[in-house]
């Protein structure tokens, strides 16, 4: 009885043996691939080690940024300009190449705070729009954020509107409460051909913040806006530019962007006939209304006297508290006088 189990157990692994030989002999399993193909797997992994690699985005190192300049016909330290659209979520960092500026890279803005239009007082945490520039002064190599750069704000048009804030950056670390912030590779990138070009003669780096790219189909789609009519006048500077590829000037007029072509010589700013309805048609006074809208030393001034109040109102924040510690401690000794001359009383 064992004998005959054991037998019927060894009868088993024979007939296994048997099936799969027949399988691998089947042309049926042969024809759909079920068998294993030596010779095809070979030339698969040969096709695979010798395909073409997908294309890999820029690494952001200084190797790779020469290339890409390289590969473009731009030079480090050409003069630069930055856009930066906060709908897309998108910075340009365009490169000045025989008279003209070109794109040289669109970056995603990491995160940006607030809304769509500017930004109007210290704490809201909005980001700002408008016009604005930096200059050497406004780069910080060091502290909290190192390699990154104030554009600027409030410029002349936002102080013509008592609008209010400080210290608005681009910056790395991908966080922000009023900023624009990138990501630190992005950022190094950025700062590193900015830095360049003011060291080697670029007197202010133009800063565009708009909105949305200011297409007649974006613009219609925000016609109920509060700001449509803040928005129209960016719009002037963007078409103009993307016409000639030369930042314009742009001067503020009765509380109002003035935008005039980049590459005309700087006398022809002020309009004709002393302010006559004319194309600018917005002062009494043109020649005396209109102010530039980024000089360096109004910007620095600005920023020296915006620096000064934070300093005094640190000062008073600590008078005040400084204050109420002083009274405190007082009504704290006059209430244990009080407990003292309570005790004496009692025990006698």
């Known amino acids: 009885m064992r004998t005959r189990n054991q037998n019927h157990w060894l009868i088993l692994p024979c007939v296994g043996v048997a099936v799969l030989g027949w399988l691998a002999d089947s042309p049926a399993l042969a024809a759909t691939g079920g068998g294993f193909d030596a010779a095809a797997a070979s030339s698969t992994d040969q096709a695979e080690a010798t395909a073409p690699k997908p294309p890999t985005g820029p690494d952001y ?21 930055i856009r930066i659209f906060k709908q897309e979520s998108e910075l340009e960092l365009w490169v000045r190449s025989q008279g003209r500026f070109e794109l040289f890279a669109t970056y995603p803005v990491c995160f940006w705070s607030g809304k769509l239009g500017p930004k109007l007082r210290e704490g809201d945490r909005q980001a700002p729009e408008g016009f604005y520039s930096v200059g050497l002064q406004q780069l910080y190599p060091k502290g909290r954020r190192p390699r990154s750069f104030d554009i600027g704000f409030p410029n002349t048009l936002d102080r013509s509107f008592a609008r209010t804030g400080s210290y608005i950056f681009v910056h790395g670390g991908c966080t922000s409460i009023g900023c624009f912030a990138m990501t630190n590779p992005v950022m190094d990138e950025i700062y ?5 070009a003011l060291h080697e003669g670029q007197d202010r780096i133009d800063v565009h913040v708009f909105p949305f790219r200011m297409t007649e189909a974006n ?13 129209e006048s960016l719009k002037d500077a963007y078409d103009l530019f993307e016409r000639t590829r030369v930042p314009p000037r ?28 004319t194309a600018y048609g917005l002062c009494e006074d043109a020649i005396d209304g209109i102010v530039p809208l980024a000089g360096a030393n109004a910007e620095t001034a600005a920023q020296s006297v915006a620096r000064v109040r934070r300093v005094v109102s640190r000062v008073q924040h600590r008078r005040r508290f400084a204050g109420r510690n002083v009274r405190a401690n007082y009504a704290a000794a006059r209430r244990a006088r009080v407990a003292s001359h309570t005790r004496r009383m009692a025990h006698k």
């Open 219 to 231: 613009l219609a789609a925000h016609a109920e806006s509060e700001w449509h009519e803040f928005w």
């Open 250 to 277: 742009v001067s503020v007029c009765a509380r109002r962007y003035i935008i005039g072509d980049g590459a005309a010589p700087v006398e022809t700013v002020a309009p004709p006939d002393n302010g006559a309805p």
């Open 192 to 196: 590193a051909l900015s830095e360049r």
């Open 61 to 81: 190192s200084s190797t790779d940024r020469d290339r890409r300049l390289t590969e473009k016909g731009m030079t480090a330290g050409s003069p630069v300009m």
